[in-house]
């Protein structure tokens, strides 16, 4: 008797830790969420390694940042931890402070920054295109775009690849009568946001219809899963079409149409024209989608990555070295730490964007006093 | 006398402290699994709240998925989902059983028998992004040029393609147990069917398959489960697109695919709130199927 009654204390011990574990990180979603902050900031700071920084978010520079950070460990002895889990994810780690820095393809969004509660720096790291690449073995001519038919085509409107409208800014280039098979991505994306937030600048029908967004609503078309995903299905589909990152498509050798600016100029997307189109006039706050830019000899979908850091650097006790070691890392990023971009098929800073980044890393404060 | 008579007392004791200790661990155990399949439902009602109460029933039956415009409805996902599994289930049925009768009636022993029994296990060992690959590669350029034979727009990939697939990868459940289930029919009644003149493929049909039934009908039902949760190799195929499938050779979209696809990237609460909620069907919609299934085997048995 005596066991049986122990084996059900046991028991009801059991359920009650079980039902109460399950229910209280549900109950109050949000606060779940600051209470991994409390239990995670006091391991950055108990950790007290102020020689190992923290930092999460975007795949698309991941690349980059290895290579950065490695260059800079040499040199510093500083290392830097990087997740590469998306941007959307950094922003959260960032925001449940349990990185030093987050990494994202877009500006934090209302809903984003409010969560966060207290101001967030954007500090571009470098900028990346979107490049439209097509399959039609028949051609050997670069395809060239223009805004109002890249949107036709993504909406629908232009199905076949001899249709009128492409064959007029095409003269000479001999179109098969191929249909167009539409590929995009199928999980949230930076890239998709470049691509949708430049369709929605340059086509009132596709802000309407669609909009911009990580993930939208596809009017047409198939997805793939990540660049390589896209990327396949252009390569197997004769007639296919659809949006890939620059330095994916470099890599894989895939054949990629020039898309005319806001200048009217064809551009094929590279390094240079990439670049170019950041060296323009900038906000303050580089808060800015490089989309249809209005440099002449700019590439026109493009976009920044940006690094975001806390504007006010003590807060969960950090040490004020710790502060001055990630400030310095980013300041190093965008300046030397450019030089190996290029060889990455990343674009590096336009001197315009150089100049607004530093003074954006020169307002970040420990105590209210700057840093730098 | 006594002496004996205290140490046999000790010892009966003894072993039932042990008895009760152990019954009352195994209770524990098989408890605990119950409490973590009630939190993951609970986890996910609640963690679903927001767009539960925001979109409501529209969330079911709802036809636009909509990140942008903060509209969401599952229905295409849910009608994905259910074709691929079904068509998937259908293609895989033949080869799963005859695989089953073969290796459980004709060669149920022998060096050939083992051999073909370990490589069926090992299509359910080869991880699911290879099946992804697989498809994206090898079969959806078959299944092009078949599309293309049969004048429907070439795609390659699609919900066809998919189930393809799906149907593949989840031979081996009903295979397996089936084989089981049929070496486990008594050899007296296959003979006495024999005795009576019963020819090999009416002993099979009259009194292997009869008796085996609930058993077969098990191995699907554990490959429906499969195939509902199956992910990574469906969205490779798939086509991905939130556009209602008009055929069996469109493109479309399931519901762990969303999922998996748009959580890393999901900004905005409300959109988070959805994918769970999606998850949620996902759950429900995995229960319900089951509870249909064991309601069949329950008939099937007490014929």
């Known amino acids: 008797m005596k066991i049986k009654s122990k084996i059900k204390s046991a028991i009801v011990a059991a359920l009650a830790l079980a039902v109460t574990g399950s229910i209280t990180p549900g109950c109050n979603g949000n606060s779940g969420k600051e209470s991994s902050s409390d239990s995670t900031s006091s391991t950055t700071s108990t950790n007290g390694d102020d020689k190992t920084l923290l930092g999460a978010g975007s795949t698309f520079v991941y690349p980059l940042f ?43 969004t209302e809903e984003q920054a409010q969560k966060m509660g207290v101001p967030a720096l954007h500090i571009p790291m470098c900028s990346g295109a979107v490049v439209i690449s097509y399959n039609l073995p028949e051609v050997k001519d670069t395809l060239k775009l223009n805004p109002e038919v890249l949107a036709d085509i993504f909406l629908g409107k232009i199905t076949k690849w001899n249709d009128a409208k492409i064959s007029a800014i095409n003269t000479g280039v001999k179109l098969p009568a191929t249909a167009i098979v539409i590929a995009h991505r199928s999980d949230g994306s930076g890239t998709t946001n470049i691509f949708t937030d430049y369709l929605s600048k340059i086509n009132d029908e596709w802000k309407t219809k669609v909009g911009k967004g990580t993930a939208v609503n596809w009017p047409q078309g198939l997805g793939g899963k990540g660049n390589e995903g896209v990327a396949g299905l252009v390569k197997q589909t004769p007639g296919g079409i659809g949006y890939i990152e620059l330095a994916y498509a470099i890599q894989n050798k895939m054949s990629f149409a020039k898309i005319q600016n806001k200048s009217g100029n064809y551009i094929t997307p590279d390094i240079a024209s990439t670049s170019a189109a950041s060296n323009v006039q900038l906000p303050a706050d580089s808060k800015i989608f490089l989309g249809n830019t209005d440099a002449a000899n700019g590439y026109p979908i493009s976009g920044f990555t940006w690094a975001l850091i806390y504007k006010e650097q003590n807060y969960s006790s950090r040490s004020q070295e710790r502060a001055q070691n990630l400030v310095k890392l980013l300041s190093w990023n965008i300046h030397d730490g450019q030089q190996y971009c290029e060889g990455l098929h990343y674009a590096p800073l336009s001197p315009a964007a150089v100049s607004i980044a530093e003074a954006i890393l020169k307002s970040a404060t420990f105590d209210g006093k700057p840093i730098l | 006398m006594n002496v004996w008579k205290s140490i046999k007392i000790k010892r009966s004791f003894r072993q039932i402290k042990m008895e009760k200790f152990f019954k009352g661990s195994l209770v524990l155990i098989a408890l605990s699994i119950l409490v973590l399949v009630i939190a993951f439902l609970f986890t996910l009602i609640v963690q679903s709240l927001p767009s539960i109460k925001a979109l409501g029933i529209s969330f079911l039956f709802g036809k636009t998925w909509d990140p942008v415009a903060n509209v969401y409805g599952t229905y295409p996902f849910l009608l994905g989902t259910l074709l691929t599994s079904f068509l998937a289930l259908l293609i895989s049925i033949p080869f799963s059983f005859s695989i089953a009768i073969f ?161 890393t990237e999901a900004a905005s609460s409300l959109y988070l709130s959805s994918l769970i909620e999606l998850g949620l069907v996902l759950f429900l919609v995995t229960v319900i199927i089951n509870l249909i299934g064991k309601r069949i085997i329950k008939r099937f048995t007490a014929d």
């Open chain 1, 66 to 108: 290895s290579k950065q950070f490695s260059e800079y460990n040499k040199l510093n002895g500083l290392k830097i931890n990087y997740q590469s889990i998306g941007s959307g994810g950094g922003i959260l780690q960032l925001t449940n402070k349990t990185v030093d820095f987050g990494d994202s393809d877009a500006p934090l």
């Open chain 2, 103 to 263: 290796l459980g009636e004709y060669y149920p022993r022998g060096w050939f028998s083992e051999f073909l029994k370990n490589s069926i296990d090992l299509i359910a060992a080869v991880p699911s992004v290879i099946y992804g690959f697989w498809g994206l590669f090898v079969l959806a350029p078959l299944v092009r040029s078949l599309e293309l034979k049969l004048g429907v727009t070439p795609y390659g990939i699609g919900i066809f393609t998919s189930a393809l697939i799906l149907a593949i990868m989840i031979i081996p459940y009903a295979a397996s147990l089936g084989r089981e289930m049929i070496r486990m029919v008594p050899s007296s009644l296959k003979e006495a069917a024999y005795s009576l003149g019963a020819t090999r493929f009416e002993v099979i049909r009259n009194v292997i398959l009869p008796y085996s039934k609930s058993g077969l009908f098990a191995g699907v039902l554990l490959s429906l489960g499969r195939a509902l949760g199956e992910t990574m190799a469906v969205t490779m195929v798939i086509g991905n697109t939130s556009i209602i499938p008009k055929s069996i050779f469109d493109p479309g979209n399931t519901m762990a695919s969303v999922i998996a696809n748009e959580f």
